[in-house]
Structures are given as C-alpha cells and as structure tokens.
C-alpha cells in the first residue's frame, strides 16, 4: 500500500460514515439518490459487518485464501470456472477465487484470508479476462465474477484502501456491469435473466456512487483518474431509461457541483445533451449523436433502451403526418439506427401494419391499432453500429 493509500484512510472512512448516515450527499457535498435498499436493514441485530471489525492489511498471496480453498474442496462448493478438470472436490490457486460473504465475524477474519491490493489488482484483471470466455453460457461467467468483484470490493473495504489503483479496481468493476447491462438485455426474455438484469443495474448504481466517493478522497490528495468524466457521464446515461429514481432537479444540482472540467469534457457535454434529445423528442438527433459520439462503454450502457426510444418514435411517426404519407421502413432504419427487418419487427409488436409497394416496405400513419409493447423486446434487434466496431 503506498504513502497515498494509507493517508487517505480515515479521510475514506468517515466519508463512508457519511454516505451511510445520509444517502442523499457524499462527504464533500456531492447530492446523490438513495441506493437500492439493503437488507441488512430488515435485521435489527444482524452479524458483526466488516465495518466494525479494525482495519488491517492483508497477506493473502492467492486469489482466494488457503483455508477457504480448502473448506469449499471439501464441502464440494466450487464454481464450475474454479474446477480442475471438471472435479467439483479439486481446485487450484490459478483456478479459485475468493467468493463474496454477506457478513464477517471478527472474531474469525485474519490477515491470510485478506488479499493485499497487489493481489487484488491480479485478482481484477484475471475476471476481466474471463469475460471474453465462450467456453460457458455468459449468464454462467457472469454470475461468477459478480460475486467475485464483491468480494474484491469487500477486501478493499475492509483494509480501507482508497487510492490510485483502488479507483482503477472499482472502475474496472463498473465496466464489467455495464458491458454485462449489454449482454444480458439481450437475452433476457427469459425470467431468470431478467433477474440477473435487475441485479447487475442494482450493483452498477451501488458502484458508481461508492466510485463517485472515492474520486472525492484521491481529489484531497490532488489525484484524479483519466476516466473520470466518462464514469461520471455513466450516472447521467442511467436516466434514460429510468434505471435509477428520477432526480427532476436534483440531477442539475449534482452536476453544477462536478469539477469545472468534468463538466466541460466531451462525455459529459455528449450525455447531458442526449438526455435532453430524448426529453424533447429529437430522435434523429439522438441517433446521430450516438453513432457520432458515444464511446463504447457509453454505447454498451444506452444499447438496452434504445428500443425504447425506437418505439416512442414510431409512435410520433405515427401520430404525425397524412394518411396518405407513408413512412418507408428504409428510411426510418436509418434515422433510428436499426436494421429493416428488425424495425419491421419493431412495428408489428407495436401493432403497425406494414404494405409492400412497388418493393419498398412502409407503414401508414394514424394507425389505431398502435399500442406500447407490455414488454420490450431485445433479441436480434441491436444498434446498427455495432457491426462497424
């Protein structure tokens, strides 16, 4: 842990003791909304929390503690990624990573089950790596390193590390739910994705607000991470499709105190302005400035409600204009970034008949048989400009 580390300690703690004891406002002033409730607040005498056990530094030199390979080999709780050749008994220091507990008696917590930040970072950028495996289903992957990244989350906590290389640990773990946000949208017709979907947005937020801290101590420090204003740009993107509770002016309040050049950057000048397409109805506008503009990152978060958009515009489309105007299918795919058999897909789930005339597909307006799907719909239909990354 260097100097910087240390030093920022007690100014991280008392910055979470602040964030605990009103949610609403970080240590320094900054204004958030409430995180998903908790339920540790339903157990008014719950277990010993890693907030009251004393800070130490850690000196595990392995992904997951010696101890606990061992207990998790015995009682056959190994996570198919954490397998040596398939055997649920045997694992190995390169394969098995420490999993995630809710609650740590300290009684029973020593430095060898605590990974140092070294070990933590190592720990990172293996998960990281497994998030290109296709060698399981990505809901298989994807519950793996979300409870992992906890409990990378959880030794940091416990040691109370804020710094440098704790920032890029907890950014690393941002990127990890919004390119999961991505992938499980896409498949999450299936009710147990959906729950992964409702799970991973609830940590996102969580982490995003937790990071938002953390820049504020590493500022005392006069340190700042090259991402910042991309991560800070994330918050505002989440708006969008009402993921986290709409904040009306609050969100304006929260931004007027970001740092002069948070404001001013690129992503965050790129998200306030796509927010305020959407809110008034410019969707030529918001397509073209997320083909134009949004980074990947940016685009892996808004991708999921884009349809949304999509379906909110087809029907102004066809609400406006003559009935005799047709909207030609062609047309519209490349206003609203989406392929034409896909947005013809798009319009008969809303209800939109389509005609064929002299080969081109088109609808007509004033269409009374429009309706708002009850569920939106994912598979297959996705931003045209993926296939350009």
């Known amino acids: 842990m260097d100097r910087r580390g240390e030093a920022s300690h007690r100014s991280w703690s008392s910055s979470r003791s602040r964030g605990r004891r009103g949610r609403g406002r970080s ?15 339903v157990n008014p005498t719950p277990a ?24 998790r080999e015995r009682l056959r709780d190994l996570a198919v990624l954490e397998r040596v050749g398939g055997d649920p008994t045997r694992t190995s220091p390169s394969l098995a990573v420490k999993k995630f507990c809710r609650t740590i008696s300290s009684t029973n ?32 992957i994807h519950d793996f390193i ?52 409702f799970l991973n947005m609830e940590q996102l937020t ?19 991470s090259k991402r910042e204003a991309e991560y800070y740009s994330f918050y505002v993107l989440l708006h969008l499709g009402c993921k986290i509770p709409k904040m009306v002016d609050s969100l304006s309040l929260w931004y007027s105190q970001l740092a002069t050049q948070v404001r001013q950057s690129k992503e965050m000048i790129f998200a306030r302005n796509l927010l305020r397409c959407y809110q008034l109805g410019n969707f030529k506008r918001f397509f073209c400035m997320i083909e134009a503009e949004a980074t990947d ?22 609400h406006s204009g003559y009935k005799l105007q047709h909207h030609p299918l062609e047309h519209l795919s490349g206003i609203l970034m ?34 708002l799907p009850t569920s939106m719909p994912s598979n297959g239909i996705y931003i045209s400009r993926e296939a350009e990354r």
């Open 297 to 318: 990152l940016q685009l892996c978060l808004v991708e999921p409600f884009l349809n949304e958009v999509r379906v909110r515009a087809l029907m102004y489309f066809n």
């Open 48 to 71: 010993v929390t890693i907030d009251d056990a004393a800070p130490i530094i850690g000196t595990c030199p392995d992904m997951c503690p010696a101890r606990e390979r061992a207990l």
């Open 338 to 371: 989406i392929e034409v058999s896909e947005l013809e897909t798009l319009c008969r789930i809303c209800g939109l008949e389509i005609r064929t005339s002299e080969g081109m597909k088109a609808f007509m307006p004033k269409q009374t048989s429009f309706s």
């Open 146 to 197: 979300f409870d992992r990244t906890r409990s990378i989350r959880q030794d940091l906590s416990m040691q109370n590390i804020v710094n440098d290389q704790a920032v890029q640990i907890y950014e690393d773990v941002v990127t990890f739910h919004i390119r999961s946000h991505q992938r499980l949208a896409r498949s999450c017709q299936d009710s147990d994705v959906s729950s992964l979907c």
């Open 27 to 41: 240590g320094g002033g900054r204004p958030f909304p409430p995180p998903p409730s908790s339920t540790a607040a």
């Open 109 to 140: 917590v020593m430095a060898s089950d605590i990974r140092p930040l070294l070990v933590l970072r190592e720990t990172m950028d293996y998960l990281l790596h497994l998030l290109d495996s296709s060698e399981h289903p990505f809901e298989t």
């Open 206 to 224: 969580k982490c995003l607000l937790s990071l938002f801290e953390m820049y504020h101590v590493i500022h005392e420090s006069d340190s700042h």
